[in-house]
């Protein structure tokens, strides 16, 4: 832009335009808050150097994974996210049999990449976490790792940690939990725009499938307020709804396989 700058994205609408004068203004007070809270952006160059060397060579490093682990790249399987996400680090997928459903949550597995022993784990606990700033992201790892081989990308072999929960159709209740490592591969990216359009189209690439996990999690959600849970957002969105209630599904489910199964004290 010649004389304005964007300063962020809205759903369903063109970017947020700001003029200079208010761009540098934001500009200067994020450095402010950068050196009142000690962030830095840099990554030292033996942190970017070993990031860069985790994405080569990608679809080879996968094919040797596939013996030690599940095989899921012919399931259905799609990321939702804010229409300026960089990387995308969780995925669903669902069907509806006889007496079950049957929910897949997929999580990027960055352990594979990152471990105790390199540059870029000792950085990332030093930083502890990503910061977001309107239009402005601070990886905790690099860019070149988190928005690649990390990242759910459509229509690319990916590392994954699945959740796999078979819940009463009646109940919700779990039947079954199984967590284990994956290789996905994500069918499509979508804003919760496009997954909102999804719901309503019929003919749209995804629509059982989203109309399916929209079921499911608006159902989850009624349970919660039935039992008390404090909701926060009530008029949250079904796009919104439907990661919302999946994730905590999968949290609830990962929770009760360390205390049940392998005798870990952990809290939903």
């Not at 996968?62 to 990321?79: G, S, V």
């Not at 309503?200 to 999690?217: G, Q, R």
């Not at 905590?248 to 990962?254: R, Y």
Request: net charge negative.
């Amino acid at each position: 832009m010649s004389d304005q700058a964007a300063a962020g994205t809205t759903e369903g609408q063109g970017p947020v335009e700001i003029d200079e004068e208010l761009a540098r203004h934001l500009e200067n007070k994020r450095e402010e808050l950068f050196e009142k809270f000690g962030i830095h952006e840099e990554f030292p160059d033996a942190v970017l150097e070993e990031a860069e060397a985790r994405t080569e060579d990608v679809a080879s490093e996968i094919d040797d994974e596939l013996d030690d682990r599940q095989d899921l790249r012919e399931l259905t399987t799609w990321t939702t996210d804010p229409v300026d996400a960089r990387d995308f680090d969780d995925a669903l997928s669902i069907e509806k049999r006889e007496e079950e459903f049957v929910l897949w949550v997929h999580i990027a597995d960055v352990t594979h990449y990152v471990h105790p022993d390199s540059e870029m784990w000792t950085e990332a606990v030093e930083r502890a976490n990503t910061v977001y700033l309107p239009d402005h992201t601070v990886h905790m790892l690099p860019a070149t790792l988190a928005e690649t081989v990390c990242s759910l990308v459509p229509d690319e072999d990916r590392l994954g940690h699945t959740v796999e929960m078979h819940l009463d159709r009646e109940t919700l209740s779990f039947e079954s939990i199984d967590i284990y490592k994956s290789v996905i591969r994500s069918d499509e990216r979508l804003t919760y725009t496009q997954a909102e359009r999804r719901l309503d189209d019929p003919e749209s690439a995804l629509h059982e499938e989203s109309s399916l996990v929209f079921e499911l999690a608006d159902r989850l959600h009624e349970q919660r307020k039935e039992d008390g849970s404090l909701v926060l957002n009530p008029r949250r969105d079904r796009a919104h709804t439907i990661i919302e209630e999946c994730m905590l599904k999968a949290n609830k489910a990962v929770t009760h396989e360390l205390m049940w199964n392998r005798g870990v004290e952990a809290t939903s």
